[in-house]
C-alpha cells in the first residue's frame, strides 16, 4: 500500500514537469506514464517472490536437455541447477518429486541433473551452483564410476536417480556423460 501510494506521487511528479515543459507532447507524456507503471509492476513482483517463497523449486519433466542446456535453462528463469548436499535438502526434494505426481503417472524411473560435476578436475565433484564440495554421500551403490567412451571419461556430471521397482537406485547420485539428455530440477538460491 505503501509503495502504490510512492507510485502515484511520482506520476504526478512526471505529469506536472511534463506539463510545464512546452516540448513535452501529450504522446511523451503517455509514454513516461506507461513506463513508471511496468516499472511499478516488476517491483511489485519482486516484493512477492521474496515475501511468499522461502525456497523454490522448479522440475523439468517435459523436456530432456543435456547438463549443460539445462544449467543455462534454469539461469534464464532465475534459478540453479539443483544442489543436494545434506539428508534435510534431499528430503526437501523428494518431497517436491512426490507432489509433482511424477510417480503418480505410471512412470517408475526418475533421473534427473543436479549441478553436481566434475569437470574442473577429475573426482573432484562440486555443486557447482553453490561452489560447494559434494560432501553429502549419497552415490549409488557402485558410483561414481567414471565411464569411458575411447579411453576418455565422459560420465562428469551427476543425476539424481530414483527406481520405484526392484533394486537399484533410491534417490541417489550417479555420474552421467554430461551430453546425455534428461529431466532436471531447478532450484532458488535465496532463503
Ligand atoms: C515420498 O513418497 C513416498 C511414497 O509415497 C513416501 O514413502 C515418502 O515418505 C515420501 N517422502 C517425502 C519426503 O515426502
Ligand atoms: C497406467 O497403466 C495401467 C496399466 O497398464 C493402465 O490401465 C492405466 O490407464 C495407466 N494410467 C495412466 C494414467 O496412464
Ligand atoms: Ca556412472
Not at 118 to 129: A, C, K, M, P, V
Amino acid at each position: 500500500m505503501g509503495s502504490s501510494e510512492l507510485h502515484q506521487q511520482h506520476i504526478e511528479i512526471d505529469h506536472r514537469t511534463a506539463l510545464s515543459h512546452p516540448l513535452f507532447t501529450p504522446i511523451i507524456l503517455l509514454f513516461m506514464v506507461s513506463a513508471v507503471f511496468r516499472l511499478s509492476a516488476s517491483n511489485r513482483d519482486a516484493i512477492a517472490y521474496r515475501g511468499f517463497l522461502q525456497k523454490s523449486y522448479y522440475l523439468g519433466t517435459t523436456f530432456r536437455l543435456n547438463w549443460h542446456k539445462a544449467a543455462a535453462f534454469c539461469r534464464s528463469q532465475g534459478r540453479f541447477l539443483v544442489s543436494i548436499n545434506s539428508q534435510s535438502q534431499l528430503d526437501e526434494v523428494i518431497e517436491y518429486i512426490n507432489k509433482s505426481g511424477f510417480f503418480n503417472a505410471n512412470e517408475s524411473n526418475l533421473q534427473l541433473w543436479t549441478s553436481g560435476n566434475d569437470l574442473g578436475e577429475q573426482n573432484q565433484f562440486l555443486w557447482t551452483s553453490t561452489g560447494e564440495r559434494i560432501a553429502f554421500d549419497r552415490w549409488t551403490q557402485g558410483e561414481p564410476n567414471h565411464g569411458r567412451v575411447n579411453d576418455c571419461t565422459v560420465e562428469r556430471c551427476v543425476v539424481l536417480q530414483h527406481y520405484q521397482n526392484g533394486p537399484g537406485a533410491t534417490y541417489s547420485f550417479d555420474d552421467r556423460p554430461c551430453e546425455k539428455e534428461y529431466f532436471f530440477m531447478c532450484e532458488s538460491l535465496d532463503g
